[in-house]
Nanobody, 124 residues
Framework: VQLQASGGGLVQAGGSLRLSCAAS????????MGWFRQAPGKEREFVAA????????YYADSVKGRFTISRDNAKNTVYLQIYSLKPEDTAVYYC??????????????????WGQGTLVTVSS
């Protein structure tokens, strides 16, 4: 499956953004989808994931209550709605797809396919 992330940009603190990840190729509905982010000088970290079958969602503690992951299987798209943005949310956000069972918490090695990333910059 090929992934194309979009929706990043420059936002003031307290603002909102919705990131999108369009998938093409193999059956989208059989993949667990996730979002990760990588801030400058830091390692890539898990943000959110949504299971392919149950729709169960997982979130990093740092984003719970502010981020919402969802998927539209008819459009082969997964979304990450971000509210109350903080400067520390500044990062490149990557969407990813996992064909097999993922761990809890999900790790980057659980995901086999990655999009190119979209940059989110939050100004204070």
């Amino acid at each position: 499956v090929q992934l194309q992330a979009s929706g990043g940009g420059l936002v003031q603190a307290g603002g909102s953004l919705r990131l999108s990840c369009a998938a093409s190729g193999r059956t989208f509905t059989s993949y667990t989808m996730g979002w990760f982010r990588q801030a400058p000088g830091k390692e890539r970290e898990f943000v959110a994931a949504i299971m392919w079958n149950s729709g169960t969602t997982y979130y990093a503690d740092s984003v719970k209550g502010r981020f919402t992951i969802s998927r539209d299987n008819a459009k082969n798209t997964v979304y990450l709605q971000i509210y109350s943005l903080k400067p520390e949310d500044t990062a490149v956000y990557y969407c990813a797809a996992a064909a097999y069972r993922i761990g809890v918490p999900p790790m980057s090695y659980d995901f086999q396919n990655w999009g190119q990333g979209t940059l989110v910059t939050v100004s204070s």
